[in-house]
C-alpha cells in the first residue's frame, strides 16, 4: 500500500476511506459480510493456473452433495449473470419462468417489469411473471403461486430472495414444479453461508439447480456458482418420461455462451473460502448470525414496530415502518449521517416505489466484527432514535414532501424509485 500511495494517491485514498467507512459505521446492509484474510490474499493474487477442480470438489463438500448426482461451475462473474446463463441453458427465448416479485423481495435477476416498462433485460428475453407474498401474513401464497403457475405454465420456477426474512418451504415448491412439470431452481445468493452451516434448511434435496453468489455470507471473493442435478426426470410433450442431461448446457452456457476464460484468481479465493466454510469457526459465526437476528427482530418489535412475516428465520429482517407514518428513504438517510448503513426497500402494499415503506437490515457484517446479542439490542435503540428523529424533522418541515426533508437536512431534493438491488 505504501507503493499504491506514491504510485496512485487517489486510488489509495479511495482505499483508505473505505477502510475508514467499514471500520467507523455500522453495517447491517444484509448482503454484506467480510471476507478472511487468507481469502483476499489469493484474490489479489496473479493465479494463472486454476485451482477449478479443487474448487468444484469443495463447492459440493461445502453442501454435502454426492458428486455422482451432482455438478458445479464456479466461473460466473457474479450472481445476477449466473441466473442469466441458467435460464439461457434450460429456456429459449421468450420461455417462461417466475420468481417473487421485486416489490415483495425478490431480486432483478428473477424479472421484473412494471404495467408499462420491463426494467429487468431478464424480462426483456424471456417471458416473467411474478408470484408474491400474502400481504396480511407476509408470507409467500403459495396457493396463489400454485393456481398462477397451472395457468401460466412456466418452465422454471425460482425459489430466492433478496429481502424475504422467511425460510422458504422448498418441499411445498418441488410438489408446485412437479404438477407443471417445471425445473426448480434455488437463488440462495444471501443465505448459502447459513446453509452450508446447516443453520437454515437446504434446498438441495427439492431443487433441479441452485446458483448463489459467493460474496455474501459465504465470505468468498466476488463470483457465483451454479450447482445442478447431473439428470433430471421430468416428461416430454409426448408424455414420455425423459432423464434430461443439465451438465452440459449448463456448462455451454457459461463458456462459450457468455463468457470467455475463467478468472482464475478469483476462482483460486473461492477454493479458500470453501475450505474455511467448512471449519468450526465458520459454524459458530453463521449459528451467531442467525441469534443476533431474532435477537435484533425482538428488541424491534420490544420497541413496538412492524416486521413484515412478523419476524425473522434468518440474517435479515425488514420493518415496515407505514405504521409510523414514515418511509424507508427517509430514515436511511438520517442513519447514514449517523454512520449506520441500512437499505430502504418496499414492502408489500407499498403504493409507490418513490416512497418505500420499509428498512431493511441485516447481522453478517457487524457478526463478523464481534456484535453478540446485546450488541444488536443497543443497535435496535440507536435506530429507534433515528426514527425519532426523522419524525421530529418531518413535523418540522412543511408537509412531508421528500423534496422538503432533503432540503431541511441540507440535500438536493431529488429522489429515486428503489430497485432492491442487492
Ligand atoms: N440473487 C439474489 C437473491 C441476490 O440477492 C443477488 C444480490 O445481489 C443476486 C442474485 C445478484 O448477485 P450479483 O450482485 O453478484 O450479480
Redesign the pocket.
Known amino acids: 500500500n505504501k507503493h499504491l500511495k506514491d504510485t496512485d494517491p487517489e486510488v489509495f485514498d479511495i482505499i483508505e476511506q473505505e477502510k475508514r467507512r467499514q471500520r467507523e459505521s455500522i453495517v447491517l446492509i444484509p448482503?454484506e459480510s467480510v471476507m478472511r484474510k487468507p481469502a483476499i490474499n489469493h484474490s489479489k493474487s496473479s493465479s494463472t493456473v486454476a485451482a477449478e477442480s479443487l474448487c468444484q470438489q469443495r463447492a459440493l463438500e461445502a453442501f454435502d452433495l454426492d458428486k455422482s448426482k451432482w455438478g458445479v461451475n464456479v466461473q460466473s462473474l457474479?450472481?445476477?449473470?449466473a441466473?442469466l446463463y441458467v435460464y439461457n441453458a434450460i429456456l429459449k427465448p421468450h420461455g417462461r419462468l417466475m420468481g417473487l416479485d421485486l416489490p415483495h423481495g425478490g431480486?432483478l435477476?428473477h424479472g421484473y417489469q412494471t404495467d408499462t416498462k420491463k426494467i429487468s433485460a431478464v424480462s426483456e428475453y424471456f417471458e416473467t411473471m411474478p408470484y408474491r407474498l400474502n400481504e396480511k401474513t407476509g408470507i409467500i401464497d403459495y396457493d396463489a403461486l400454485e393456481a398462477t403457475a397451472k395457468l401460466f405454465r412456466p418452465k422454471l420456477v425460482i425459489a430466492?430472495?433478496?429481502a424475504y426474512p422467511r425460510n422458504y418451504d422448498y418441499a411445498r415448491m418441488k410438489k408446485i414444479t412437479d404438477k407443471i412439470n417445471a425445473y426448480l431452481m434455488a437463488?440462495i445468493?444471501?443465505i448459502s453461508g447459513m446453509i452450508s452451516a446447516g443453520v437454515l434448511p437446504s434446498p438441495f434435496e427439492f431443487a433441479d439447480i441452485v446458483?448463489t453468489?459467493t460474496?455474501?455470507s459465504l465470505r468468498g471473493p466476488?463470483g457465483?456458482m451454479i450447482f445442478y442435478r447431473k439428470g433430471v426426470r421430468k416428461v416430454d410433450n409426448k408424455g414420455k418420461e425423459i432423464l434430461y442431461d443439465l451438465e452440459t448446457p449448463i456448462n455451454q452456457s457459461v463458456f462459450p455462451g457468455h463468457q470467455g476464460g475463467p478468472h482464475n484468481h478469483t476462482i483460486t479465493a473461492l477454493t479458500v473460502a470453501l475450505k474455511q466454510a467448512k471449519s468450526p469457526i465458520f459454524k459458530e459465526y453463521q449459528q451467531q448470525v442467525v441469534k443476533n437476528s431474532l435477537a435484533f427482530a425482538e428488541a424491534f418489535k420490544k420497541r413496538g414496530y412492524d416486521l413484515v412475516s412478523g419476524g425473522t428465520d434468518t440474517h435479515l429482517i425488514l420493518m415496515d415502518l407505514r405504521s409510523k407514518g414514515l418511509d424507508g428513504a427517509r430514515v436511511e438517510r438520517i442513519l447514514e449521517l449517523a454512520n449506520i448503513a441500512a437499505n430502504k426497500n418496499t414492502v408489500p402494499g407499498d403504493k409507490s416505489a418513490f416512497v418505500p415503506g420499509g428498512l431493511r437490515v441485516g447481522t453478517p457484517a457487524m457478526t463478523t466484527r464481534g456484535f453478540k446479542e446485546s450488541d444488536f439490542e443497543q443497535v435496535a435503540e440507536f435506530i429507534h432514535q433515528g426514527v425519532q428523529i426523522t419524525n421530529d424533522i418531518c413535523k418540522k418541515v412543511s408537509g412531508t414532501k421528500l423534496k422538503d426533508f432533503k432540503e431541511y437536512i441540507g440535500e438536493d431534493g431529488s429522489s429515486e424509485p428503489v430497485i432492491n438491488?442487492?
Open positions: 448482503s457474479s450472481g445476477a449473470p441466473n431480486h435477476s430466492g430472495a433478496s437463488d445468493a444471501h446458483t453468489t460474496h455474501k466476488r457465483a438491488e442487492l
